[in-house]
C-alpha cells in the first residue's frame, strides 16, 4: 500500500532563504508526482508535475526533482518571500487512477 | 479559462441531517474528483468520474455518501445523514491529462 510521507511537518524560516522540502513516498511504481500550494480556507493550487521519465520539473523560483529508485521528491524554494506562506503537499498517482496524498508542510516565510 | 466552481463555500448542519455540495469542473475535462480533507490533513481521494462513469469510489463510505456525475459534467456529493466526523473541507477537482486542478472547496460543519 502506497504511504507518502512530508517532512517537516512546519518550517519557519527569514525572507530570502533556499529551502528544500520532503516527499517521501514508499512504492518506487509511481506513474507521476505533483506538487501543491494551499494557502488557509482555499483550494490547493497546481505547482509543478513531475512524469516518472522525468528528473526534474522547474518553473519561475521553484524546482522539483524526483528519485523513484529511493521514493523521494524535493521541492527546492529559492530567494523565499513572505508570500511563499502555505501548506505545501506533494501527491503520488502510483500506477492506477488514484492520488495518494501526503499530510504537507506547513511553511512560513519571515520578513 | 474559468477554474473549478464549488457550491456553498460554507455549511453548517446538524447530525443527522443532510447536505449537498455541487462541482463545475473546467470545461472539457472528462475527469472529476471529490476529495474530503480533515483539518491538518492531506486531501483523500472519495470519488473518480471519468466521464460520468466512476473509475474509483473505494474509500466513500457508501452508507451515507453518494455521488452522481450528470452528462459527465457537474458533479454532486451528498451527505445522508451526517455524522460530526463529516466535518472537513471538501474538495472537488479536474483534470484533463495528469494535472489536477482544484476548486475553492466547501467547509462543512456537523454540529
Known amino acids: 500500500k502506497q504511504e507518502v510521507t512530508q517532512i517537516p511537518a512546519a518550517l519557519s524560516v527569514p525572507e530570502g532563504e533556499n529551502l528544500v522540502l520532503n516527499c517521501s513516498f514508499t512504492?518506487?511504481?509511481?506513474?507521476?508526482l505533483q506538487w501543491f500550494r494551499q494557502d488557509p480556507g482555499k483550494g490547493l493550487t497546481s505547482l509543478l508535475l513531475?512524469?516518472?521519465?522525468?528528473r526534474e520539473q522547474t518553473s519561475g523560483r521553484l524546482n522539483a526533482s524526483l528519485d523513484k529508485s529511493s521514493g523521494r521528491s524535493t521541492l527546492y524554494i529559492a530567494a523565499s518571500q513572505p508570500g511563499d506562506s502555505a501548506t505545501y503537499l506533494c501527491a503520488v498517482r502510483p500506477g492506477t487512477y488514484k492520488y495518494i496524498f501526503g499530510t504537507g508542510t506547513r511553511l512560513k516565510v519571515l520578513a | 479559462e474559468a477554474g473549478v466552481a464549488q457550491s456553498p463555500r460554507y455549511k453548517i448542519i446538524e447530525k443527522r441531517q443532510s447536505v449537498a455540495f455541487w462541482c463545475n469542473p473546467i470545461s472539457g475535462h472528462a475527469t472529476l474528483y471529490w476529495y474530503q480533507q480533515i483539518l491538518g490533513q492531506g486531501p483523500k481521494l472519495l470519488i473518480q468520474?471519468?466521464?460520468?462513469?466512476?473509475?474509483?469510489d473505494s474509500q466513500l463510505p457508501k452508507d451515507r455518501f453518494s455521488a452522481e456525475r450528470l452528462k459527465g459534467v457537474d458533479s454532486t456529493l451528498k451527505i445522508q445523514p451526517a455524522k460530526l466526523e463529516d466535518s472537513a473541507v471538501y474538495l472537488c477537482a479536474s483534470s484533463l491529462y495528469d494535472e489536477q486542478f482544484f476548486g475553492p472547496g466547501t467547509r462543512l460543519t456537523v454540529l
Open positions: 513531475i512524469q516518472s521519465s522525468q
Open positions: 512504492d518506487s511504481a509511481i506513474y507521476n
Open positions: 468520474f471519468q466521464n460520468n462513469g466512476v473509475v474509483d
